[in-house]
């Protein structure tokens, strides 16, 4: 089994920082992908931030220039480091990672809430 774990939400003020982690644990192979997931109250879950086996990123329109996604190999974990926060990135993140286990595993944490204020 696979298991992700989110921690760094919180309550940030807009303008402000914060950093979340996302550390895997399990019978994990390889990570194909890893990534950041947002869902706002009465919202779709969207993508936030992906970064590739190899390295690779992609982010959403909403939050380029503003956040950065990475990894620790070594760790098993991925962070996002998110700057600038505006209200409107309020929201539950989820951690998501495609990894290679016994079999292909699509994992998902339980969620960190993340609270902008004006």
């Known amino acids: 089994q696979v298991q992700l774990v989110e921690s760094g939400g919180g309550l940030v003020q807009a303008g402000g920082s914060l950093r979340l982690s996302c550390a895997a644990s399990?019978?994990?192979?390889?990570?194909?992908?890893m990534g950041w997931y947002r869902q706002a109250p009465g919202k779709q879950r969207e993508l936030v931030a992906r970064?590739?086996?190899?390295?690779?990123?992609n982010y959403a329109d909403s939050v380029k220039g503003r956040f950065t996604i990475s990894r620790d190999i070594a760790k098993n974990t991925v962070y996002l480091q998110m700057n600038s926060l505006k209200p409107e990135d309020t929201a539950v993140y989820y951690c998501?990672?495609?990894?290679?286990?016994?079999?292909?595993?699509?994992?998902w944490g339980q969620g960190t809430l993340v609270t902008v204020s004006s």
């Open positions: 998501n990672a495609a990894v290679v286990s016994w079999n292909n595993v699509d994992a």
């Open positions: 399990g019978s994990i192979f390889s990570f194909n992908a």
């Open positions: 970064i590739s086996s190899v390295g690779t990123t």
